[in-house]
C-alpha cells in the first residue's frame, strides 16, 4: 500500500502563502485521488481539497479561490498550494489517499500551518 508523507507546514503571516507537499513511497498514479484535510485545535478533521488520478480538483467552500491542489506523477507528489492565508487556517494539515469518496489506508504524520494575524 503507497504511504504519503506530508511537509511544507510552518508560520506565516495572514496573506502570506505556503505550499504543502505529499510525497508518496510508490506510485502516485495508482491512487485514485488525493484528499488534503485539515484538523484545527478543537475540531473536527475536515476534508479540505482533493485531487484525482485525472486531475480534477475540489475543494471546500473555506478554501475555494485560495487553495491550489496539483500533482507532480513523475515526482509522485501531490502539492497543496495555499495563498491568502488567514488565521482561520492554522491547523495540522495531512494528505490521505482516497478511493470510491472514502478516506482509504491509515493517518499519517500531519504538518503544522500556523497563520498570525
Known amino acids: 500500500q503507497v504511504q504519503l508523507v506530508v511537509s511544507g507546514g510552518g508560520l506565516v503571516q495572514a496573506g502570506g502563502s505556503l505550499r504543502l507537499s505529499c510525497a508518496a513511497s510508490?506510485?502516485?498514479?495508482?491512487?485514485?485521488?488525493v484528499g488534503w484535510y485539515r484538523q484545527a485545535p478543537g475540531k473536527q478533521r475536515e476534508l479540505v481539497a482533493a485531487?484525482?488520478?485525472?486531475?480534477?480538483?475540489g475543494y471546500a467552500d473555506s478554501v475555494k479561490g485560495r487553495f491550489t491542489a496539483s500533482r507532480d506523477n513523475a515526482k509522485n507528489t501531490v502539492y497543496l498550494q495555499m495563498n491568502s492565508l488567514k488565521p482561520e487556517d492554522t491547523a495540522v494539515y495531512y494528505c490521505?489517499?482516497?478511493?470510491?469518496?472514502?478516506?482509504?489506508?491509515?493517518w499519517g504524520q500531519g504538518t503544522q500551518v500556523t497563520v498570525s494575524s
Open positions: 510508490g506510485s502516485i498514479s495508482s491512487i485514485d485521488a
Open positions: 490521505r489517499p482516497r478511493g470510491g469518496g472514502f478516506e482509504v489506508g491509515s
Open positions: 485531487i484525482t488520478s485525472g486531475n480534477s480538483t
